[in-house]
């Protein structure tokens, strides 16, 4: 297959390539060089997953401002949760990161009930966006198992059932 003019603007990331000269911050397949050609379609690309995630980044308004990041509890070092909200509440995504790039982590999380003026019992509607699927927490606490070399995050887009209980 040719290559194509946008074949060369994408990253040899998206490929996997990430092997380092050694003692430099640089890439031994690195484009600054020489003109690579690139396998776009060999086992381990995840162009997939970019394209889903830049679906997601266009789909949600939340994931558009720089000044709604908040962090949240993970009880567990390995995962990071954070999650951004447009200010009228109208769109809310959450998100668990696995940091371990090999092995599974799992953990209790708390789902920011408070930020829709809900209390802790409440129940709120999810998207899971990366997998397309829908259902409802009960609860502040909820769990999340990430497996690097399955489903090493989750975005979850969520909406209140309701205000008050």
């Known amino acids: 297959m040719a290559e194509t003019i946008s074949d060369r603007k994408r990253s040899h990331l998206e490929l996997c390539e990430a092997a380092a000269i050694a003692g430099k911050e640089e890439y031994i397949d690195s484009e600054k060089y020489q003109i690579r050609v690139w396998d776009w379609n060999r086992p381990g690309h995840i162009r997939?997953?970019?394209?889903?995630?830049?679906?997601?980044?266009?789909?949600?308004?939340?994931?558009?401002?720089?000044?709604?990041?908040?962090?949240?509890?993970?009880?567990?070092?390995?995962?990071?949760?954070?999650?951004?909200?447009?200010?009228?509440?109208?769109?809310?995504?959450?998100?668990?990161?696995?940091?371990?790039?090999?092995?599974?982590?799992?953990?209790?999380?708390?789902?920011?009930?408070?930020?829709?003026?809900?209390?802790?019992?409440?129940?709120?509607?999810?998207?899971?966006?990366?997998?397309?699927?829908?259902?409802?927490?009960?609860?502040k606490i909820q769990h999340v198992q990430l497996d690097p070399r399955v489903n090493p995050c989750a975005i979850w887009r969520m909406t209140p059932m309701e205000r008050n209980s």
Not at 50 to 77: C, G, M, Q, S, V
């Open 48 to 139: 997939d997953h970019i394209t889903k995630l830049n679906y997601i980044r266009r789909d949600n308004p939340a994931l558009h401002e720089l000044r709604n990041l908040r962090f949240y509890k993970a009880y567990n070092d390995q995962i990071l949760l954070y999650g951004k909200m447009t200010a009228a509440k109208d769109n809310a995504i959450l998100i668990a990161v696995n940091l371990d790039p090999h092995h599974v982590q799992s953990c209790d999380f708390e789902v920011p009930l408070w930020e829709f003026g809900l209390p802790d019992h409440a129940a709120i509607g999810i998207e899971e966006l990366l997998t397309d699927s829908s259902f409802q927490w009960h609860g």
